[in-house]
């Protein structure tokens, strides 16, 4: 089974800054997810990527899949980025299901203005 | 707007008793999934299906209950015999597709409560 790890688990910000947060993972994927959960608990889809770069407005996901590693970027961070993000890989070959889906623990992300 | 509907918010119940959580989606999605939040943990899968009909057991299926008798609808029950019940419960979805895998559409969740 896959493991999933994040880093940082908990983060603190001024508006403004630019964040990074990290997943790194055990085994080979065939896709990453980045997921955004909201402090009353519904869980919003970013990102969903298999290699290189993808972009949406001010977020940033990029994948490495040589050393098994994800990163999660935002630029001029803002409070109502303030949520919790959920890095999940999706293990073995073809035959696409979500059920492959292995969840990291997330990592806390607070934006002070 | 199409989504998922997950119902109710909060659920509260004395320990013995089954009790079913709802979930409905308007996505025409094919598959649908149970997700328990603990806190400090990953998401866990608890069942999953991929098709009117069908069902799969997750990784933490032991005390729990599916049906998906329409493709809109996915209810869970907790029953009596799951050890730890309180938990956050997520419902999702995603077509089923490509070998990539699909984007998830999750509902709000419910926080359910046995004492």
């Known amino acids: 089974k896959n493991e999933v790890e994040q880093s940082p688990q908990n983060l603190t910000a001024q508006e403004g800054e630019f964040i990074t947060i990290n997943c790194s993972y055990s085994?080979?994927?065939?896709?990453l997810h980045w997921l955004q959960q909201h402090p009353g608990g519904g869980i919003v889809s970013l990102f969903m990527?298999?290699?290189g770069k993808k972009k949406h407005g001010r977020l940033i996901a990029t994948i490495n899949i040589q050393e098994k590693h994800s990163s999660l970027h935002i630029t001029a961070s803002h409070p109502r980025d303030s949520a919790v993000y959920i890095c999940?890989?999706?293990?073995?070959?073809?035959?696409?299901?979500?059920?492959?889906?292995?969840f990291g623990k997330g990592t806390l992300l607070t934006v002070n203005p | 707007d199409g989504g998922i509907t997950q119902s109710p918010k909060y659920l509260f119940r004395k320990e013995g008793q089954n009790v079913t959580l709802s979930c409905e989606q308007n996505l025409n999605h094919d598959a649908m999934y149970w997700y328990r939040q603990d806190p400090g943990q990953g998401l866990r899968l608890i069942y999953y299906?991929?098709?009117?009909?069908?069902?799969q057991k997750g990784d933490i299926a032991e005390g729990y209950s599916v049906s998906r008798e329409k493709k809109e609808s996915f209810p869970l029950t907790v029953t009596s015999a799951q050890k730890n019940p309180t938990a956050f419960y997520l419902c999702?979805?995603?077509?089923?597709?490509?070998?990539?895998?699909?984007?998830?559409?999750f509902g709000n969740g419910t926080r359910l409560t046995v004492t």
């Open positions: 299906s991929q098709i009117v009909n069908d069902f």
């Open positions: 999940a890989v999706r293990s073995g070959g073809s035959g696409g299901s979500n059920y492959k889906l292995t």
């Open positions: 085994v080979g994927i065939s896709a």
């Open positions: 999702a979805s995603s077509n089923r597709d490509s070998s990539l895998g699909s984007p998830l559409h």
């Open positions: 990527l298999s290699s």
